[in-house]
């Protein structure tokens, strides 16, 4: 192995104890072949068995809580009981290659008002529609945000019924959360709407309900984790600033990790000016080793992860690198230069060509 890259295959502890063997994850991907009922399926299984083995972690979803929650063909759910079964399989699987499973739990709010075609069937914080014409969801009363903390909560203990070593919150990628988190989609007079901390009080909510299933539900380490998009695009989009008031909090929270979802690590903050601070180095800065932070983003060579570890960051997604190379980890261990170019054989891949989940449109790009 070249000496260079000794950072990424040190071990990383976790404040509660979980010990990961390097500091490789493969993060969330939308495949988008799962059945249609939400299954994981044995296609899902071949992709991940051939790409996870030499990582220490795999995150895997977003998986859907509910069906008004749902934002794709293809896409995991947890909605039901019965998908635990198959997702045991999986969770088996990665023990044997002693890899950690995270699985990544989520409603797309107006997201899936737009997937759904029929906005009266998907809530969201308000009735703002995704794109400028398109459809708009019903604004979540407080019945139906009692309902939806209950699901996050049925989803978690699914997912400890299937052997995962832990859930991830989707805060980010225009989903729910992040709905009730922007200003833009939200619109709410109540506790939930105004200022950056009303905003994130569902959210918070949100990570209260999945502590206390953890908590009451396995004394098996169980790691919660938090996934936000740092910037939106637009005028009047949540920034760095914003960001960093929720990382506080959820700090106070006890969250195990933050995982900041960007399309690329090295992105600059908005509006692009010269000398503005790329948004994820400046955000691990300003929380200085607070909590573990989790990122990637367009890394696709060992030097370029080696020097974001360099740069205070705890583990690095790294399933771009994947989907190209199912050995890229192998072979940076052997000093080998992985596959960065298209990917070979189209036909057998086809269908993982899919959008990485940090690809999703952001919520109120033409709004």
Do not use: C
């Not at 692009?272 to 060579?301: C, M, W």
């Amino acid at each position: 192995m070249n000496a260079s890259y000794e950072k990424l295959f040190k071990h990383f502890k976790f404040v509660h104890g979980m010990e990961m063997k390097n500091r490789l994850v493969m993060g969330p991907l939308f495949t988008q072949s799962s059945h249609e009922n939400g299954e994981l399926s044995d296609k899902d299984m071949a992709f991940y068995r051939e790409r996870i083995k030499d990582v220490s972690m795999v995150i895997v979803g977003p998986a859907y809580i509910e069906e008004g929650g749902k934002t794709m063909d293809g896409q995991l759910g947890i909605h039901r009981d019965y998908v635990a079964r198959k997702l045991h399989e999986f969770t088996a699987m990665a023990k044997r290659m002693k890899v950690k499973t995270i699985l990544r739990i989520s409603h797309g709010g107006a997201l899936s008002a737009e997937y759904l075609k029929v906005g009266d069937k998907a809530v969201a914080p308000s009735r703002v529609a995704v794109r400028r014409k398109g459809k708009k969801p019903k604004e979540l009363n407080e019945p139906q945000i009692d309902h939806t903390l209950h699901a996050f909560a049925r989803a978690t203990e699914r997912a400890i019924q299937a052997g995962f070593d832990g859930v991830e919150i989707e805060g980010g990628s225009g989903h729910l959360l992040q709905q009730f988190t922007s200003k833009q989609a939200n619109h709410r007079k109540d506790t939930f709407g105004g200022t950056a901390e009303n905003r994130l009080s569902f959210s918070i909510q949100v990570i209260r309900t999945v502590s206390k299933v953890i908590k009451n539900t396995t004394n098996r380490p169980f790691l919660l984790g938090y996934a936000m998009t740092p910037e939106e695009k637009g005028y009047g989009g949540n920034k760095v600033d914003d960001t960093m008031v929720w990382i506080d909090q959820l700090i106070e929270e006890k969250v195990d990790y933050v995982h900041l979802e960007v399309k690329s690590f090295h992105a600059k903050t908005t509006p692009h000016k010269e000398g503005e601070a790329e948004v994820v180095p400046a955000i691990i800065k300003r929380v200085n080793q607070r909590i573990p932070i989790i990122s990637g983003g367009n890394l696709f060579t060992p030097l370029q992860v080696e020097e974001a570890i360099r740069g205070k960051l705890s583990m690095v997604t790294i399933q771009q690198a994947l989907n190209l190379d199912p050995y890229w980890v192998e072979k940076v261990r052997r000093s080998e230069e992985p596959f960065y170019g298209k990917i070979p054989e189209l036909e057998e891949v086809e269908a993982y060509q899919k959008l990485d989940s940090n690809e999703v449109e952001d919520l109120l790009e033409e709004l």
